[in-house]
C-alpha cells in the first residue's frame, strides 16, 4: 500500500486561509468517497475533522472544510487560529485488497 | 461517554509476540467496525487492521499481513490485536479507533484511545 501524498508543511497568518492537497490515485482518492482528515496536536491521539470527503462531525467548526477533484482531496482552513497550528493528515478507503491508506501529514504553522 | 482504553504495549525482542486489548465503553461496541492504527515514534499514522461489527471480516495492512491477527469479543466490549514475529519496525503507538457510522462504516475514525506502546528491540 502507498501512502497518499501531502506537502511536509504549510503555514499561514491568522486570519488567512491555506489548504492542505492530499495526492492519491484512481485506486483510492479517485474511486470513492470516503476521505477523512485528521488534526493531531503534539503528544494527543487525532481527531477527526473531515469525513465522507466533506462533511464535518459534530462539533468540530466550520472554518474547516473539504473538497476532492479527481484524485486529489483538498483541507481548508478559513480563519486561521494559533490553535489549528498541528499535524493534519488525509485518510481513504482504497478497495478490499488494500482497504485503509493515510498520507504522510502536514505539519500546519500558524506564523 | 465513549471511552477506547488500550492495554499490552510492552517492550519486546525481534521475533517475539504480544496481545494488545482495547476495552471500549459508552457506545454499542456490538454495532461499530474497529481498527487498529500505528505511529512510528517522529512518523505518521499507519493503519493496521479491521474488523467489522460482528467480527465476521477482518482486514490488514500488507506490512503486517500474515502476522497480526485482530479479534473482538462483543460479550466483553474488547478489541484486541495479537501480534507475532514482531520486527523492529513494529516499533510505535498502537491506537484502537471506532468507525463513526455503524456496521459497514465510512471509514472514518470518531474515537481513538490514547494508545499502548510497543518497542521491539533486542
Redesign the interface.
Same mark, same amino acid.
Not at chain 2, 19 to 41: E, I, K
Not at chain 2, 70 to 75: F, L, M, Q
Given at each position: 500500500q502507498s501512502a497518499l501524498t501531502q506537502p511536509a508543511s504549510v503555514s499561514g497568518s491568522p486570519g488567512q486561509s491555506i489548504t492542505i492537497s492530499c495526492t492519491g490515485t484512481s485506486s483510492d482518492v479517485g474511486s470513492y468517497n470516503l476521505v477523512s482528515w485528521y488534526q493531531q496536536h503534539p503528544g494527543k491521539a487525532p481527531k477527526l475533522m473531515i469525513y465522507e470527503g466533506s462533511k464535518r462531525p459534530s462539533g468540530v467548526s466550520n472554518r474547516f472544510s473539504g473538497s476532492k477533484s479527481g484524485n486529489t482531496a483538498s483541507l481548508t482552513i478559513s480563519g486561521l487560529q494559533a490553535e489549528d497550528e498541528a499535524d493534519y493528515y488525509c485518510c481513504s478507503y482504497a478497495g478490499s485488497s488494500t482497504t485503509v491508506v493515510f498520507g504522510g501529514g502536514t505539519k500546519l504553522t500558524v506564523l | 461517554e465513549v471511552q477506547l482504553v488500550e492495554s499490552g504495549g510492552v517492550v519486546v525482542q525481534p521475533g517475539g509476540s504480544l496481545r494488545l486489548s482495547c476495552a471500549a465503553s459508552g457506545f454499542t461496541f456490538d454495532d461499530y467496525t474497529m481498527?487498529w @492504527?500505528r505511529q512510528a515514534p517522529g512518523k *505518521? !499514522?499507519? =493503519?493496521v487492521s !479491521?474488523i467489522s461489527w460482528d467480527g465476521g471480516s477482518t #482486514? #490488514? /495492512? %500488507?506490512?503486517v499481513k500474515g502476522r497480526f491477527t485482530i479479534s473482538r469479543d462483543n460479550s466483553k466490549n474488547s478489541l484486541y490485536l495479537q501480534m507475532n514475529s514482531l520486527r523492529t519496525e513494529d516499533t510505535a503507538l498502537y491506537?484502537c479507533a471506532k468507525d !463513526?457510522v455503524v456496521h459497514l462504516g @465510512? #471509514? /472514518?475514525? %470518531?474515537y =481513538? *484511545?490514547? *494508545?499502548t506502546l510497543v518497542t521491539v528491540s533486542s
Amino acid at each position: 500500500q502507498s501512502a497518499l501524498t501531502q506537502p511536509a508543511s504549510v503555514s499561514g497568518s491568522p486570519g488567512q486561509s491555506i489548504t492542505i492537497s492530499c495526492t492519491g490515485t484512481s485506486s483510492d482518492v479517485g474511486s470513492y468517497n470516503l476521505v477523512s482528515w485528521y488534526q493531531q496536536h503534539p503528544g494527543k491521539a487525532p481527531k477527526l475533522m473531515i469525513y465522507e470527503g466533506s462533511k464535518r462531525p459534530s462539533g468540530v467548526s466550520n472554518r474547516f472544510s473539504g473538497s476532492k477533484s479527481g484524485n486529489t482531496a483538498s483541507l481548508t482552513i478559513s480563519g486561521l487560529q494559533a490553535e489549528d497550528e498541528a499535524d493534519y493528515y488525509c485518510c481513504s478507503y482504497a478497495g478490499s485488497s488494500t482497504t485503509v491508506v493515510f498520507g504522510g501529514g502536514t505539519k500546519l504553522t500558524v506564523l | 461517554e465513549v471511552q477506547l482504553v488500550e492495554s499490552g504495549g510492552v517492550v519486546v525482542q525481534p521475533g517475539g509476540s504480544l496481545r494488545l486489548s482495547c476495552a471500549a465503553s459508552g457506545f454499542t461496541f456490538d454495532d461499530y467496525t474497529m481498527h487498529w @492504527v500505528r505511529q512510528a515514534p517522529g512518523k *505518521g !499514522l499507519e =493503519w493496521v487492521s !479491521l474488523i467489522s461489527w460482528d467480527g465476521g471480516s477482518t #482486514y #490488514y /495492512a %500488507d506490512s503486517v499481513k500474515g502476522r497480526f491477527t485482530i479479534s473482538r469479543d462483543n460479550s466483553k466490549n474488547s478489541l484486541y490485536l495479537q501480534m507475532n514475529s514482531l520486527r523492529t519496525e513494529d516499533t510505535a503507538l498502537y491506537y484502537c479507533a471506532k468507525d !463513526l457510522v455503524v456496521h459497514l462504516g @465510512v #471509514y /472514518a475514525f %470518531d474515537y =481513538w *484511545g490514547q *494508545g499502548t506502546l510497543v518497542t521491539v528491540s533486542s
